[in-house]
Structure formats: C-alpha cells, structure tokens
C-alpha cells in the first residue's frame, strides 16, 4: 500500500470558522508533511514531522495548527483563515528523514480549500 | 536565494516522440534531485530520483540525468503518451536545510494526438 489519502477532498469555509484537513498513511513512514500549492504554482512546505514531533516549522501562520496523534495520521486545524490562505493543501509522507538523506516523499491527492 | 528553476513553462510533444524538460538549479550542495508529476485535479507523483554521486538514471520510459558541472538536471520521457501530458516539476533537497525538498516552478507537458 503505497497510499497517502486525504480527507476532505474539497472545503469551503467562513473566515470565521474553524476546520480541520485529515491524512492518512500506513506505509509506516515516519515523516509526514504538509504542503500548500497555489494554483500554476508549485508545492511549498509548511510543516514537517519526523517521528511524531515538529521538526520544521516554515513560519507558517498561528492561524494553521498542525497535529500529529500517531506514526499514521496527521492533522492541519485551521482557524480564522483569509482568502488568500485559498490554495490545495497537500500532505506527504516518507520513511525516516534523519541523516541519511532524504526519500522518496509520497503524496496525497489534497484538500482544495476556499476561504470565503 | 539560491533556487531550483526550469527553462520551459509548457512543452507541446507530438504523441510517439521523445520529451525532453529541464531544469536548473544554483545550489551546488544539494544532494538529491527528484522528477515529479502531477496531473490535473492530483497530488505530485513520483517519477523518478537521482542522487549527487550519479550522472544518469534509468526507469521505464524516463531517464534523468545530472550535470553537475553546470547544476543541470533533465528528464527525458521515450515515446511520450497522452497520459504523459501533465505538470513536470523537478526537486531539489539540500541536507544542510533540513533534507527539505524545493520545488522547481514546474513544466506543462501536452501531447499532441
């Protein structure tokens, strides 16, 4: 199984409202990361977590939480968004980061926010 | 900043012939290039990688090849198809930021029937 799913496919939310963005992977990756990817644009990291802990933080708002539970799930809580936050939301995962190098990260298909 | 970047924004390939992208990039330490695409409505997918150490590598149908010597790197697909017809981006990682990757600004492939 070499999946990353995602859910919700599509969200549209007040910028009032709060929601959250869900992945999954059970490749037993221990990395997993998010993205954001503005349309003609190409993916841009935000968070990365390597064995359950915040190891990269790209000075991504407080208005975007991200939260890992467990080795397989990964969550983005969003809160007080602005339109311009509009874009698809990307997670991706892969083994061990360390210092061996990087790997093959594996995507989702995204979470297409609209902010309204 | 140093960054990855492509020369090509959009490549019109007739269907059966070679396609060819590249992309440059300016940083000299990075250690490891990957080839992703992404189709319409996806997430990126994997193509195939290359490390620092290798000049070329081989999958089906696809080759990259690095040249080092002027941080170039090139994906070649052999008898492209229509379901080749997608957004080309290349990546970079650099062990020293982090093993971050960085996204080159991507490549429309269309394959003309």
Known sequence: DTEVTQTPKHLVMGMTNKKSLKCEQHMGHRAMYWYKQKAKKPPELMFVYSYEKLSINESVPSRFSPECPNSSLLNLHLHALQPEDSALYLCASSQDRGNRGQWEQYFGPGTRLTVT | ?113
């Open chain 2, 1 to 113: 900043g140093e960054s990855v970047g492509l020369h090509l924004p959009t490549l019109s390939v007739q269907e059966g012939d070679n396609s060819i992208i590249n992309c440059a990039y300016s940083n000299s330490a990075s250690d490891y290039f990957i080839w992703y695409k992404q189709e319409s409505g996806k997430g990126p997918q994997f193509i195939i990688d290359i490390r620092s150490n290798m000049d070329k590598r081989q999958g089906q149908r696809v080759t990259v090849l690095l040249n080092k010597t002027v941080k170039h790197l090139s994906l070649q697909i052999a008898a492209t198809q229509p379901g080749d017809s997608a957004v080309y981006f290349c990546a970079e990682n650099l062990k020293a930021a982090g093993n971050k990757l960085t996204f080159g600004g991507g490549t429309r492939v269309l394959v003309k029937p």
